[in-house]
């Protein structure tokens, strides 16, 4: 499945966060990179349909014939969300796929089968208070699983966790895009290299750079430096005119 932005452009409280996004999300990881101010959040947010954008539409395309019939399912797991610590982890997630409208009956399978693919098999009885952060990360992605999403979309799920607890979660991260489109933002250069695939640097509500993520090394330079400016700018529709072929 491939969803295109079109020249999307977004307001947050009356102030203009995004300007005229195009963009394509892939199969595979795709990796959003930008500052804190950069409007990653905003962008995650319009993709998975929870705001609406100001201009520019959205489009997908899937080679499944069921998809053609129905709109795709998002999964969307925000940088910070809630858990109840007394409560344990098979009922929360349990908890979430009935408010997803699952019907309630399928709840405890459907959680059992989220919680092993984000590889916390067995945990259903541990309390969340018990959980690692790195757990309560994977905890949350597996919420986020439980529509069966076509597309997963993780707003920094990396951050604030200890480089060990970053591992597992990436990992979770690589192999469930092998099955689906998975959108992550991230803040850290690194970060998006160790995750891989495809990159896209989002600087001043702009896309300067959209590509591999082993040729943004210039593009990524000059955002460091605070200079995305019009070579960047130029380097991101080279980037989207040669190096949009399926991963």
């Given at each position: 499945?491939?969803?295109?932005?079109?020249?999307?452009?977004?307001?947050?409280?009356?102030?203009t966060?995004?300007?005229?996004?195009?963009?394509?999300?892939?199969?595979?990881?795709?990796?959003?990179?930008g500052?804190?101010?950069?409007g990653?959040?905003?962008?995650?947010?319009?993709?998975?349909?929870?705001?609406?954008?100001?201009a520019?539409?959205?489009?997908?395309?899937?080679?499944?014939?069921?998809?053609?019939?129905?709109?795709?399912r998002?999964?969307?797991?925000?940088?910070?969300?809630?858990?109840?610590?007394?409560?344990?982890?098979?009922?929360?997630?349990?908890?979430?796929?009935?408010?997803?409208?699952?019907?309630?009956?399928?709840?405890?399978?459907?959680?059992?089968?989220?919680?092993?693919?984000?590889g916390?098999?067995?945990?259903?009885?541990?309390?969340?208070?018990?959980?690692?952060?790195?757990?309560?990360?994977?905890?949350?992605?597996?919420?986020?699983?439980?529509?069966?999403?076509?597309?997963?979309?993780?707003?920094?799920?990396?951050?604030?966790?200890?480089?060990?607890?970053?591992?597992p979660?990436?990992?979770?991260?690589?192999?469930?895009?092998?099955?689906?489109?998975?959108?992550?933002?991230?803040?850290?250069?690194?970060?998006?290299?160790?995750l891989?695939?495809?990159?896209?640097?989002?600087?001043?509500?702009?896309?300067?750079?959209?590509?591999k993520?082993?040729?943004?090394?210039s593009?990524?330079?000059r955002?460091?430096?605070?200079?995305?400016?019009?070579?960047?700018?130029?380097?991101?529709?080279?980037?989207?005119?040669?190096?949009?072929?399926?991963?």
């Amino acid at each position: 499945m491939d969803i295109t932005l079109n020249d999307i452009s977004a307001a947050y409280r009356g102030d203009t966060v995004l300007r005229k996004v195009n963009w394509t999300i892939m199969p595979g990881v795709n990796t959003l990179l930008g500052e804190e101010s950069a409007g990653k959040t905003t962008l995650l947010s319009v993709v998975a349909g929870r705001m609406p954008q100001s201009a520019g539409t959205i489009t997908t395309k899937s080679t499944q014939d069921n998809l053609g019939r129905r709109a795709a399912r998002f999964g969307f797991v925000p940088q910070r969300f809630s858990v109840v610590g007394g409560m344990r982890v098979g009922e929360t997630i349990g908890y979430v796929a009935w408010i997803t409208g699952i019907p309630h009956h399928a709840c405890t399978r459907i959680a059992g089968l989220a919680l092993s693919a984000v590889g916390l098999p067995g945990t259903g009885r541990a309390r969340v208070r018990s959980l690692s952060p790195g757990q309560r990360q994977l905890l949350g992605i597996a919420g986020g699983l439980v529509n069966d999403p076509d597309v997963l979309v993780l707003d920094e799920p990396t951050a604030g966790l200890e480089i060990a607890e970053q591992t597992p979660v990436r990992d979770v991260i690589t192999a469930l895009g092998a099955t689906r489109p998975v959108l992550v933002s991230v803040c850290d250069p690194q970060e998006a290299r160790l995750l891989g695939g495809r990159v896209a640097i989002l600087s001043g509500g702009r896309l300067v750079f959209d590509g591999k993520v082993e040729e943004s090394g210039s593009t990524l330079a000059r955002w460091r430096a605070g200079d995305a400016g019009p070579e960047a700018e130029r380097a991101h529709h080279t980037a989207v005119g040669t190096l949009r072929e399926p991963r």
